[in-house]
Protein backbone atom coordinates (compact mmCIF):
# COMPACT_ATOMS: atom_id res chain seq x y z
CA UNK A 1 0.00 0.00 0.00
CA UNK A 2 0.87 3.56 0.14
CA UNK A 3 3.54 4.89 2.30
CA UNK A 4 5.56 7.83 3.54
CA UNK A 5 9.33 7.64 4.99
CA UNK A 6 10.96 10.69 6.52
CA UNK A 7 14.19 10.93 7.95
CA UNK A 8 14.01 10.23 12.32
CA UNK A 9 14.50 13.13 14.18
CA UNK A 10 15.16 15.92 15.95
CA UNK A 11 17.06 17.68 13.82
CA UNK A 12 19.46 20.09 15.51
CA UNK A 13 20.65 23.34 13.85
CA UNK A 14 22.64 26.26 14.50
CA UNK A 15 20.44 29.09 12.98
CA UNK A 16 21.15 30.20 9.45
CA UNK A 17 22.09 26.92 8.53
CA UNK A 18 20.82 25.32 5.84
CA UNK A 19 17.82 22.51 6.44
CA UNK A 20 17.36 19.34 4.59
CA UNK A 21 14.45 16.80 5.87
CA UNK A 22 14.46 14.03 3.56
CA UNK A 23 11.10 12.11 2.45
CA UNK A 24 10.57 9.18 0.59
CA UNK A 25 7.23 7.88 -0.83
CA UNK A 26 5.63 4.73 -2.58
CA UNK A 27 2.36 5.05 -4.35
CA UNK A 28 0.19 3.00 -6.63
CA UNK A 29 -1.63 6.38 -8.48
CA UNK A 30 -0.20 9.49 -8.81
CA UNK A 31 -0.36 11.75 -5.28
CA UNK A 32 -0.26 14.80 -4.27
CA UNK A 33 2.70 15.45 -1.92
CA UNK A 34 2.29 17.72 0.54
CA UNK A 35 4.60 19.61 3.74
CA UNK A 36 3.13 20.49 6.84
CA UNK A 37 4.16 22.18 10.07
CA UNK A 38 3.00 21.12 13.65
CA UNK A 39 3.76 24.05 16.33
CA UNK A 40 4.16 23.42 19.56
CA UNK A 41 0.19 23.16 20.98
CA UNK A 42 -0.97 23.73 17.47
CA UNK A 43 -2.17 21.74 14.55
CA UNK A 44 -0.61 20.60 11.53
CA UNK A 45 -0.77 23.55 8.97
CA UNK A 46 0.03 23.33 5.08
CA UNK A 47 3.27 24.36 4.71
CA UNK A 48 3.84 23.73 0.77
CA UNK A 49 2.38 21.48 -1.97
CA UNK A 50 3.31 19.66 -5.52
CA UNK A 51 0.51 17.99 -7.54
CA UNK A 52 2.68 16.52 -10.24
CA UNK A 53 5.94 15.39 -10.99
CA UNK A 54 8.75 18.38 -11.21
CA UNK A 55 6.34 20.24 -9.69
CA UNK A 56 8.31 22.46 -6.84
CA UNK A 57 6.02 23.98 -3.81
CA UNK A 58 7.53 27.07 -2.04
CA UNK A 59 6.63 28.89 0.82
CA UNK A 60 8.12 30.94 3.80
CA UNK A 61 12.04 30.27 2.17
CA UNK A 62 10.69 26.29 2.36
CA UNK A 63 10.98 24.69 -0.76
CA UNK A 64 10.44 20.70 -2.21
CA UNK A 65 10.29 19.75 -5.57
CA UNK A 66 8.29 16.59 -6.83
CA UNK A 67 10.88 13.98 -7.98
CA UNK A 68 9.22 10.93 -9.61
CA UNK A 69 12.07 9.23 -10.80
CA UNK A 70 13.39 8.98 -7.10
CA UNK A 71 9.98 8.92 -5.85
CA UNK A 72 11.05 12.26 -3.02
CA UNK A 73 9.89 15.36 -2.11
CA UNK A 74 12.55 16.53 0.15
CA UNK A 75 11.92 19.61 2.26
CA UNK A 76 14.80 22.50 1.92
CA UNK A 77 15.62 25.76 3.61
CA UNK A 78 19.05 27.55 2.78
CA UNK A 79 18.84 29.46 5.82
CA UNK A 80 17.04 28.38 9.21
CA UNK A 81 15.77 31.05 12.12
CA UNK A 82 14.76 29.88 15.82
CA UNK A 83 11.11 30.26 14.76
CA UNK A 84 11.72 27.47 12.48
CA UNK A 85 11.66 25.13 15.45
CA UNK A 86 8.81 22.82 14.88
CA UNK A 87 7.53 19.57 13.70
CA UNK A 88 7.08 18.63 10.49
CA UNK A 89 5.34 16.11 8.28
CA UNK A 90 5.58 14.91 4.93
CA UNK A 91 2.06 13.73 3.57
CA UNK A 92 0.71 12.00 0.19
CA UNK A 93 -2.58 12.30 -1.23
CA UNK A 94 -3.76 9.99 -3.80
CA UNK A 95 -7.57 8.82 -4.55
CA UNK A 96 -7.16 5.85 -6.39
CA UNK A 97 -9.21 3.59 -4.97
CA UNK A 98 -11.11 5.69 -2.53
CA UNK A 99 -10.01 9.17 -0.83
CA UNK A 100 -6.64 8.78 1.05
CA UNK A 101 -4.24 10.93 2.17
CA UNK A 102 -1.39 8.97 4.28
CA UNK A 103 1.11 11.50 6.84
CA UNK A 104 4.87 10.62 7.43
CA UNK A 105 6.09 9.66 11.44
CA UNK A 106 7.21 13.59 11.41
CA UNK A 107 10.21 15.26 12.32
CA UNK A 108 11.63 17.46 15.05
CA UNK A 109 13.79 20.54 14.37
CA UNK A 110 15.20 22.59 16.48
CA UNK A 111 17.38 25.84 15.59
CA UNK A 112 19.58 27.13 18.31
CA UNK A 113 20.68 30.95 18.35
CA UNK B 1 -12.06 33.28 7.49
CA UNK B 2 -12.52 31.18 10.84
CA UNK B 3 -10.44 27.89 10.76
CA UNK B 4 -11.37 24.50 12.25
CA UNK B 5 -12.45 25.12 15.90
CA UNK B 6 -12.37 22.68 18.40
CA UNK B 7 -13.61 21.85 21.93
CA UNK B 8 -12.30 21.70 24.87
CA UNK B 9 -8.88 22.46 24.54
CA UNK B 10 -7.71 20.19 27.32
CA UNK B 11 -9.56 17.71 28.95
CA UNK B 12 -8.70 16.02 31.93
CA UNK B 13 -11.46 13.05 33.28
CA UNK B 14 -11.06 9.46 35.40
CA UNK B 15 -11.10 6.53 33.68
CA UNK B 16 -14.70 5.30 32.70
CA UNK B 17 -16.05 8.33 32.04
CA UNK B 18 -17.75 9.46 29.08
CA UNK B 19 -15.82 11.96 27.09
CA UNK B 20 -17.23 14.04 24.06
CA UNK B 21 -14.76 15.67 21.63
CA UNK B 22 -16.15 18.91 19.22
CA UNK B 23 -15.61 19.93 15.90
CA UNK B 24 -16.60 22.95 13.60
CA UNK B 25 -15.34 22.38 10.55
CA UNK B 26 -14.24 25.72 7.92
CA UNK B 27 -17.79 26.46 6.64
CA UNK B 28 -18.40 24.79 2.55
CA UNK B 29 -16.06 22.38 3.56
CA UNK B 30 -17.28 18.75 2.42
CA UNK B 31 -15.06 16.23 4.19
CA UNK B 32 -14.31 16.34 7.63
CA UNK B 33 -11.70 14.21 9.52
CA UNK B 34 -10.70 12.86 13.12
CA UNK B 35 -7.10 11.94 14.06
CA UNK B 36 -5.34 11.10 17.55
CA UNK B 37 -2.00 11.96 17.72
CA UNK B 38 0.54 9.94 20.04
CA UNK B 39 4.33 9.99 20.53
CA UNK B 40 4.28 6.19 20.16
CA UNK B 41 1.65 5.82 16.93
CA UNK B 42 1.89 9.27 15.40
CA UNK B 43 -0.70 10.54 13.72
CA UNK B 44 -3.85 8.01 12.84
CA UNK B 45 -6.97 8.82 11.01
CA UNK B 46 -9.49 7.24 13.06
CA UNK B 47 -13.05 8.12 10.57
CA UNK B 48 -14.08 10.61 7.77
CA UNK B 49 -16.72 11.86 6.87
CA UNK B 50 -18.23 13.48 3.56
CA UNK B 51 -21.24 15.93 3.25
CA UNK B 52 -22.24 14.55 7.01
CA UNK B 53 -22.02 11.00 6.22
CA UNK B 54 -19.61 8.61 7.46
CA UNK B 55 -17.11 6.91 4.72
CA UNK B 56 -14.44 5.24 6.64
CA UNK B 57 -14.03 4.42 10.01
CA UNK B 58 -11.78 1.34 9.68
CA UNK B 59 -9.62 3.66 12.35
CA UNK B 60 -11.79 3.69 15.17
CA UNK B 61 -9.52 1.56 17.27
CA UNK B 62 -12.81 0.17 19.52
CA UNK B 63 -16.25 0.25 19.78
CA UNK B 64 -16.11 2.34 23.10
CA UNK B 65 -15.34 5.10 19.87
CA UNK B 66 -17.89 7.16 18.18
CA UNK B 67 -18.40 9.94 16.08
CA UNK B 68 -21.19 11.89 14.67
CA UNK B 69 -21.87 14.70 12.27
CA UNK B 70 -25.79 15.93 12.51
CA UNK B 71 -25.00 18.68 10.46
CA UNK B 72 -22.41 20.44 7.95
CA UNK B 73 -20.88 22.56 10.74
CA UNK B 74 -20.42 20.18 13.65
CA UNK B 75 -19.41 16.82 14.58
CA UNK B 76 -18.35 15.06 17.62
CA UNK B 77 -15.98 11.52 18.91
CA UNK B 78 -17.79 10.08 21.72
CA UNK B 79 -15.25 7.87 24.21
CA UNK B 80 -17.41 5.55 26.21
CA UNK B 81 -15.80 4.14 29.11
CA UNK B 82 -13.22 5.77 28.39
CA UNK B 83 -9.40 4.17 29.52
CA UNK B 84 -6.00 5.95 30.45
CA UNK B 85 -4.56 4.44 27.03
CA UNK B 86 -6.84 6.98 24.96
CA UNK B 87 -4.87 10.10 25.96
CA UNK B 88 -3.81 11.96 23.33
CA UNK B 89 -4.25 14.69 21.12
CA UNK B 90 -7.35 14.53 19.05
CA UNK B 91 -7.25 16.56 15.73
CA UNK B 92 -10.26 17.49 13.80
CA UNK B 93 -9.53 18.02 9.52
CA UNK B 94 -11.82 19.74 7.10
CA UNK B 95 -10.91 19.85 3.05
CA UNK B 96 -12.63 21.74 0.53
CA UNK B 97 -13.43 18.78 -1.89
CA UNK B 98 -11.85 15.26 -2.11
CA UNK B 99 -9.63 16.04 -4.97
CA UNK B 100 -6.13 14.48 -3.88
CA UNK B 101 -4.90 18.42 -4.61
CA UNK B 102 -6.67 19.77 -1.71
CA UNK B 103 -5.17 19.86 1.65
CA UNK B 104 -6.42 19.36 4.99
CA UNK B 105 -7.05 22.29 7.49
CA UNK B 106 -6.12 21.26 11.12
CA UNK B 107 -7.56 22.56 14.74
CA UNK B 108 -5.69 23.21 17.49
CA UNK B 109 -6.55 19.54 18.67
CA UNK B 110 -8.02 18.45 22.32
CA UNK B 111 -5.13 17.12 24.87
CA UNK B 112 -7.10 14.13 26.18
CA UNK B 113 -5.97 12.87 29.45
CA UNK B 114 -7.59 10.07 31.37
CA UNK B 115 -6.48 8.94 34.82
Known amino acids: GDSVTQMEGPVTLSEEAFLTINCTYTATGYPSLFWYVQYPGEGLQLLLKATKADDKGSNKGFEATYRKETTSFHLEKGSVQVSDSAVYFCALSDNTGGFKTIFGAGTRLFVKA | DAGVIQSPRHEVTEMGQEVTLRCKPI?????LFWYRQTMMRGLELLIY????????DSGMPEDRFSAKMPNASFSTLKIQPSEPRDSAVYFC?????????????FGDGTRLSIL
Open chain 2, 27 to 31: SGHDY
Open chain 2, 49 to 56: FNNNVPID
Open chain 2, 93 to 105: ASSQTGDSNQPQH
